[in-house]
């Protein structure tokens, strides 16, 4: 797994959220629990992060599941996700996936569930209220 | 000597039966909490085994756990399909035990209640990934279709290459909107329905038998 720097993030007396901006680059390489340690690692810290190309669906369902598997009553109580919806354009074909072409870049935001609130949402424009812990 | 070529033909039976493609399929009904997927489980249940499959409630994550009725044969223009029916807990990213105190419920009760939902949860999107042959993604027609987990599930739907049918539920609703369901997933077949007044029924045992048999 490729080194994830220390980012030199305020003391929480700062007050800030923190926002990581992941490249796919970054992501290209990493095993499916690895992408998802980083995300929900950060999540947990109380990070915004936006992966540049998103998650394939089956990394998506696993994030369901670990999130849950994490989800405590006293804090953590699991994360909101975004991506713009799938329009018929980008809808790839049987023979596309076979032939390992799927299109899953999609610009995708995960947040603390109750730090992220979506505004509004269509296929070319997310909007959301991110708030202080 | 007939013993063993009766034996080897009774395992060769049993074999057949086991591979066969009159299997009943595993059909996994999903959708987000609320929507209506074990009234409709206990509906279908009900209208061909005669037995329900689990409790309902107005309260989200009532089904903490996926539970199944086999072998539930449909009839259908005189020919029958026969479908294991697999009613799962709905699917969200986040769970909060503080939603529950809304519904009169204990601190105590409502903590272990949303652990119960998040096992479930993960419960549904591990046999979504492991043991459903076709899915039924059931959605209350009065509330926006136009959400992250609808559209995350679809797509891990879409990615397993399972057949898939969209329910409208809750057309008995007076804020239900069919259209707006089927223009979320244009690329689905979209079924209108009420599991509660039992409308529509007919189309919905159509469908099941042509997608599903």
């Known amino acids: 797994m490729s080194e994830m720097p220390e980012a030199t993030a305020p003391t929480d007396d700062a007050g800030g959220v923190q926002i990581d901006l992941i490249s796919g680059e970054r992501m290209e390489g ?15 810290d109380g990070n915004i992060v936006i992966l540049e190309e998103g998650l394939t669906p089956e990394e998506e369902s696993r994030l369901i599941e670990v999130t849950m598997t994490e989800i405590d009553p006293d804090g953590f109580n699991g ?27 999609k610009l995708t935001v995960i947040g603390p569930a109750n730090q992220i609130e979506t505004l509004h949402k269509d296929e070319t424009l997310i909007s959301a209220l991110v708030s202080r812990k | 000597m007939g013993l063993l070529t009766g034996l080897r033909d009774s395992i060769t039976r049993a074999t057949d039966r086991l591979f ?61 399909v026969t ?11 986040k769970v ?46 009065a509330e926006d279709p136009f959400t992250q987990v609808n559209t995350m599930l679809v797509g891990i739907i879409e990615s397993r290459d399972l057949p898939v049918l969209i329910f409208a539920n809750k057309i008995d609703l007076e804020e239900s909107n069919v259209q707006r369901v089927a223009s979320a997933f244009p690329q689905h077949e ?22 599903f048999g």
């Open chain 2, 83 to 93: 479908i294991d029916v697999v009613d799962t807990p709905g699917v969200t990213t």
């Open chain 1, 79 to 105: 994360i909101e996700i975004e991506t713009y919806p799938k329009s018929d354009a980008q809808d790839t074909s049987l023979l596309g996936r076979i032939m390992g072409q799927e299109d899953t870049a």
């Open chain 1, 30 to 44: 990493l095993a499916s629990m690895e992408k998802i340690r980083i995300i929900l690692d950060g999540v947990h």
């Open chain 2, 96 to 141: 909060d035990y503080e939603e529950f105190l809304e519904y009169d419920m204990e601190e105590e009760d409502a903590v272990r209640r949303s652990r119960e939902a998040t096992e479930g949860v993960a419960e549904a999107m591990h046999w979504l990934r492991e043991d459903v042959d076709g899915v039924i993604y059931v959605l209350d027609s």
């Open chain 2, 20 to 80: 066969s493609a009159e299997d009943p399929k595993r059909i996994g009904i999903y959708g987000p909490p609320n929507a209506g997927k074990t009234t409709l489980a206990n509906r279908i249940a009900r209208d061909w085994t005669g037995d329900a499959i689990g409790p309902e409630s107005h309260v989200p994550h009532e089904t903490r756990r996926a539970r199944r009725k086999e072998g539930v044969e449909i009839e259908r223009n005189g020919k029958s």
């Open chain 2, 190 to 211: 979209t079924v209108p329905l009420s599991a509660l007044e039992g409308e529509n029924m007919d189309e919905v045992y159509d469908k099941i038998a042509e997608y």
